[in-house]
Nanobody
Framework: QVQLVESGGGLVQAGGSLTLSCAAS?????MGWFRQAPGEQRLLVAT???????NYADSVKDRFTISRDNAKNTVSLQMHTLKPEDTAVYYC??????????WGQGTQVTVSS
């Protein structure tokens, strides 16, 4: 079992920046972030493997940066040039070596226009 604890999020004006952080209780293979807007599906934002391979949603590719510290089992998401359409609940995600998926409790990001 892996516990994921998120921090960050909040309210920001359009064009602003926020950083989300997540700490896992033990080592995982892939870590990252998904987001879910009201009435919509939970969608990929960005993930990173322990080898550093990244995967970004096209909508955030030039604005968000994912990073992780494998020694500390943490992952961060730097979000820049935020848009109102980035408003969502952001979930930390992890997959372990047994391909089991884990989710954080979610943190709200609200971008005002």
């Amino acid at each position: 079992q892996v516990q994921l604890v998120e921090s960050g999020g909040g309210l920001v004006q359009a064009g602003g920046s926020l950083t989300l952080s997540c700490a896992a209780s033990r080592r995982t293979f892939t870590m990252g972030w998904f987001r879910q807007a009201p009435g919509e599906q939970r969608l990929l934002v960005a993930t990173m493997s322990t080898t550093g391979r990244t995967n970004y949603a096209d909508s955030v590719k030039d604005r968000f940066t994912i990073s992780r510290d494998n020694a500390k089992n943490t992952v961060s998401l730097q979000m820049h040039t935020l848009k109102p359409e980035d408003t969502a609940v952001y979930y930390c995600y992890a997959r372990d070596a047994f391909n089991t998926d884990y989710w954080g409790q979610g943190t709200q990001v609200t971008v005002s226009s």
